[in-house]
């Protein structure tokens, strides 16, 4: 089981972004509840969301794969997938996977929601 806080972010022009902060490992155990909250926040909170990594001191290969299925979803609906904060112990994981090339990784949670897209209303 793994806890995950979750906060609402809105924009200046009002687009509203999702904050997850998952708490602990995201690893075999943890990354199916990991990626079914990722689902659920993209198909009916929102298509913006910004992934606190602070207090994840451990993430393998089933972690990542729930971002890159999270990001992909976000992708699908135009939306925006940025990660940020990303604990130490974890960055490793992403530097040697090179997948700090594949996300938008931003120091902190303001950077991130920063330079979230402007939604395009039609």
């Known amino acids: 089981m ?17 904050i997850l902060a998952p708490v602990g ?5 943890t990354a199916w509840q990991f990626r ?3 689902q659920e926040c993209i ?3 929102s298509h913006h969301l910004v992934v606190n990594l602070s ?26 997938f940025r990660i940020c904060n990303v604990h130490p112990e974890a960055k490793l ?15 902190t949670e303001e950077q991130a929601l920063e330079v979230v897209p402007r939604t395009i209303k039609t």
């Open 2 to 18: 793994i806890h995950i806080d979750q906060k609402t972010h809105t924009t200046q022009d009002g687009t509203t972004v999702i």
């Open 25 to 29: 490992r995201l690893d075999i155990t």
């Open 36 to 38: 079914l909250k990722l």
């Open 43 to 45: 198909s009916q909170l």
């Open 55 to 80: 207090q994840v001191n451990f993430i393998d290969s089933s972690g990542l794969t729930s971002l890159v299925a999270g990001m992909r979803d976000a992708d699908k609906v135009k939306g925006s």
């Open 93 to 107: 994981v992403f530097e040697v996977t090179m997948m700090d090339s594949v996300f938008a990784i931003f120091e």
